[in-house]
């Protein structure tokens, strides 16, 4: 399984909206102590083995924009199929705090996932977004590459919690209608 946290790499981006997925990404990696120390597949990743299946970590160091480069990398170097990849990454378009997870879908208005989609061709590929609301008064890419106040912060961390709580049942169940279930979180916006 390959479980991938979508955001730009680099210190300037490190607590900006469009980074959450590497920021749930890294905290699934605390809770399963896996370390990033392998480069390539134009990403940084590590390894964990859970019941014997090995478990893959990656974070795409392609810039946003260019996930799908590096998820179709990643699918090809390990022999994978897009039904055993999980893409978690920001939604400007579902209210701050809430979380979608879905089995397939369109990229919406996330260019990062509208990549992927297209590199490897199927929309059929599991996701979880992370909702972060909008500021209709800021340019859209000034917004998702701004960072996130600490009240928001405190929100997304929660959230951030959840997923990586569901994500830990997830790996040892392979139960994605259970994961469904715990992790959607509605929020009336």
Same mark, same amino acid.
């Given at each position: 399984?390959?479980?991938?946290?979508?955001?730009?790499?680099?210190? +300037?981006?490190?607590?900006?909206?469009?980074? @959450?997925?590497?920021? /749930?990404?890294? +905290?699934?990696?605390?809770?399963?102590? @896996?370390?990033?120390? +392998?480069?390539?597949?134009?990403? &940084?990743?590590?390894? !964990?083995?859970?019941?014997? &299946?090995?478990?893959?970590? /990656?974070?795409?160091?392609?810039?946003?924009?260019?996930?799908?480069?590096?998820?179709?990398?990643?699918?090809?170097?390990?022999?994978?199929?897009?039904?055993? @990849?999980?893409?978690?990454?920001?939604?400007?378009?579902?209210?701050?705090? /809430?979380?979608?997870?879905? %089995? &397939?879908?369109?990229?919406? !208005?996330?260019?990062?996932?509208?990549?992927?989609?297209?590199?490897?061709?199927? %929309?059929?590929?599991?996701?979880?977004?992370?909702?972060?609301?909008?500021?209709?008064?800021?340019?859209? /890419?000034?917004?998702?590459?701004?960072?996130?106040?600490?009240?928001?912060? &405190?929100?997304?961390?929660?959230?951030?919690?959840?997923? @990586?709580?569901?994500?830990? !049942?997830?790996? +040892?169940?392979?139960?994605?209608?259970?994961?469904?279930?715990?992790?959607?979180?509605?929020?009336?916006?």
């Amino acid at each position: 399984m390959i479980i991938v946290g979508l955001g730009n790499p680099g210190k +300037k981006y490190e607590n900006t909206h469009h980074n @959450v997925g590497f920021m /749930a990404i890294d +905290k699934l990696a605390d809770k399963l102590n @896996v370390k990033f120390n +392998k480069k390539g597949c134009a990403s &940084e990743y590590g390894f !964990t083995s859970v019941n014997g &299946e090995q478990i893959v970590l /990656a974070k795409p160091q392609t810039y946003m924009n260019l996930s799908g480069e590096a998820v179709k990398s990643l699918m090809s170097h390990f022999d994978e199929k897009a039904d055993n @990849v999980i893409i978690i990454f920001d939604d400007i378009e579902i209210p701050l705090g /809430a979380i979608r997870v879905r %089995k &397939e879908g369109s990229g919406g !208005t996330h260019n990062g996932m509208k990549n992927i989609i297209q590199e490897v061709n199927t %929309k059929d590929i599991k996701r979880i977004r992370i909702g972060l609301g909008v500021d209709r008064s800021m340019d859209l /890419a000034a917004y998702v590459l701004s960072p996130i106040s600490k009240k928001d912060m &405190e929100i997304v961390s929660q959230s951030i919690d959840k997923i @990586v709580l569901g994500l830990e !049942t997830y790996i +040892k169940d392979r139960d994605f209608e259970k994961l469904m279930q715990n992790v959607n979180v509605n929020i009336k916006g």
